[in-house]
């Protein structure tokens, strides 16, 4: 269990019935059939569930969420629900750029549940030439944009970082000692 910060409760006070405090990041990639996920009708999003169950591990904050306690917040372990966390997404054909951004606005406006580790992670097929794209969602809260991007990294098929087997749960932040 851990205390969720001062800054980290800012960020969680954008949500309200017209703002939220996520974040987002995009990836559009080839589909040049070397390796990687292949394009048969549900390979792609069963090979991403699997490279995310894989690396949940290696990824404590997206197991985390919000646990309210009395006049407090923590964040604490929870179990992932990959099905619910990682999601596809089919354009309609052709799926221009335009149509691609106007559902990116669409994803980006809807609230996060929290009673769930807030984030989700969308796979987006029906890109021109065969692209498809990955749209990782994030509160503010849970992560900035630097370990939004350290995320993604541990996704990679080979991560600039080493990503290694964290604890299970967040660390309580030490408390200093009262003064004698």
């Keep these: 269990m851990q205390h969720v910060t001062g800054l980290d409760q800012m960020f969680l006070s954008y949500d309200t019935m017209t703002t939220n405090g996520n974040i987002g990041g995009i990836a559009i990639f080839d589909d040049d059939g070397k390796g990687g996920p292949k394009a048969e009708p549900g390979a792609r ?9 894989d690396r949940l591990p290696t990824l404590p904050p997206l197991r985390w969420r919000l646990a309210p306690f009395a006049m407090d917040t923590f964040w604490v372990e929870s179990t992932v629900d990959v099905d619910y966390h990682v999601v596809h997404v ?42 498809y794209a990955y749209l990782f969602k994030v509160h503010h809260g849970l992560a900035d944009g630097s370990a939004m991007w350290e995320i993604l990294d541990h996704l990679a098929d080979h991560p600039v970082t080493n990503p290694e087997v964290s604890e299970v749960a967040p660390k309580a932040r030490p408390r200093s000692s009262p003064a004698a």
């Design 45 to 53: 999003l069963a090979w991403l569930r699997q490279r995310v169950t």
């Design 90 to 131: 089919q354009l309609q054909e052709p799926g221009d750029e335009k149509m691609l951004l106007t559902y990116l606005k669409r994803i980006m406006g809807v609230h996060l549940d929290r009673t769930r580790p807030m984030w989700r992670l969308y796979l987006i097929e029906g890109l021109p030439n065969g692209q």
